[in-house]
């Protein structure tokens, strides 16, 4: 099973209900065979790690490919600038100049340049790292390296490498980048389920209608998680009413939960309330996706 936390917007609380789920699934599962998977797919602002512990278990240079200029072989025939869709590359009279952080790797100009004057070429963007935290529970994270214009390809390669490495048994958790942009839809392509955590204030209520309505375009099931309940009012309650979109969780607003977070520690250990919460979003979690808790 596989489950993403998003958000309209971010300092909503998915890093806190993932990793929190993470650890509390991984205590769960101990001794029954079952492992938990955690990634954290904001590439940007990976934050997940600040909470977690582990062994490094691998770390490896991730690359995407863009098409390098060979002025020799080049007749200058215009055909690469008419064909990109994303402008990365322009004619300049008497050369083409190739703009790296706009390709988007469809390999269109290098397919069809008649004298094969634009092979692709990798490029360093980033790098993903994965932990073994303990016995049962693994976590992974992509950074991307300062300057890369686009998250979506890591996010992309960091999916399939997922799917290539960790099949269904796994019970993985996918830390969502915030927001309703590509790298949010790329990061939750293969998710069984989308959980949207929210606050019930304004901000919150307003962001929280267009992640609702990018993910019926991906026609994904969602559920909402309400976070930091007890401030704010009760729009964001209402409105799941009235669009039968299930509330699987209320997670209270404590101070203790805040002095934890501000320390890098996680709350389901020492936080009865929180606990109690988390073990209801899993619970619900399992009955949206027909799967034994």
Same mark, same amino acid.
């Given at each position: 099973m596989q489950i993403a $936390?998003?958000? %309209?917007? =971010? %300092?909503?609380?998915?890093? /806190? !209900?993932?990793? #929190?789920?993470?650890?509390?699934?991984?205590?769960k599962f101990a001794g029954t065979g079952q492992k938990v998977l955690l990634t954290d797919m904001d590439v940007e602002e990976p934050n997940s790690g600040l909470f977690l512990q582990g062994e490094l278990l691998s770390e490896e $240079? *991730?690359? @995407? !490919?863009?098409?390098e200029w060979?002025?020799?072989?080049? /007749?200058?025939?215009? @055909?690469?600038?008419?064909i990109c869709e994303y402008n990365a590359l322009a004619f300049l009279g008497i050369s083409v100049m190739i703009f790296p952080e706009l390709c988007h790797s469809c390999y269109a100009c290098s397919d069809l340049c008649p004298e094969d004057a634009l092979p692709m070429v990798k490029h360093r963007m980033g790098v993903t790292k994965r932990f073994l935290l303990n016995d049962n529970l693994e976590f992974m994270?992509?950074? $991307?390296?300062?300057?890369? +214009?686009?998250?979506?390809?890591?996010?992309?390669? /960091? @999916? *399939?490498?997922?799917?290539e490495n960790y099949d269904k048994t796994w019970f993985t958790i996918l830390d969502a980048p915030p927001g309703t942009s590509c790298p949010v839809m790329e990061a939750v392509k293969d998710a069984d389920l989308v959980v949207l955590i929210t606050e019930p204030t304004p901000f919150g209520f307003h962001d929280l209608k267009l992640a609702i309505d990018t993910m019926k375009e991906l @026609?994904?099931?969602i559920a909402v998680v309400?976070?930091?309940?007890? $401030? %704010?009012?009760?729009?964001?309650? #209402?409105y799941c009413l009235e669009k039968g979109i299930p509330v699987i =969780?209320?997670?209270?607003?404590?101070? +203790?939960?805040?002095?934890l977070y501000?320390?890098? *520690?996680?709350?389901? %250990?020492?936080?009865?309330e929180i606990r109690n919460e988390i073990e209801h979003v899993y619970s619900r979690i399992c009955q949206l996706t027909k799967e034994k808790a």
């Open positions: $936390i998003a958000s %309209g917007k =971010g %300092g909503t609380g998915k890093t /806190t !209900l993932a990793v #929190n789920l993470a650890v509390l699934l991984s205590e $240079i *991730k690359y @995407r !490919l863009v098409p060979k002025e020799d072989k080049c /007749t200058l025939c215009k @055909r690469c600038a008419n994270e992509s950074r $991307i390296d300062i300057g890369v +214009e686009q998250a979506t390809p890591l996010i992309e390669q /960091t @999916r *399939k490498f997922i799917k @026609r994904k099931k309400i976070n930091k309940y007890g $401030i %704010g009012n009760d729009d964001v309650l #209402n =969780g209320k997670i209270p607003h404590l101070v +203790e939960a805040a002095k501000s320390k890098g *520690k996680t709350m389901v %250990g020492e936080l009865p």
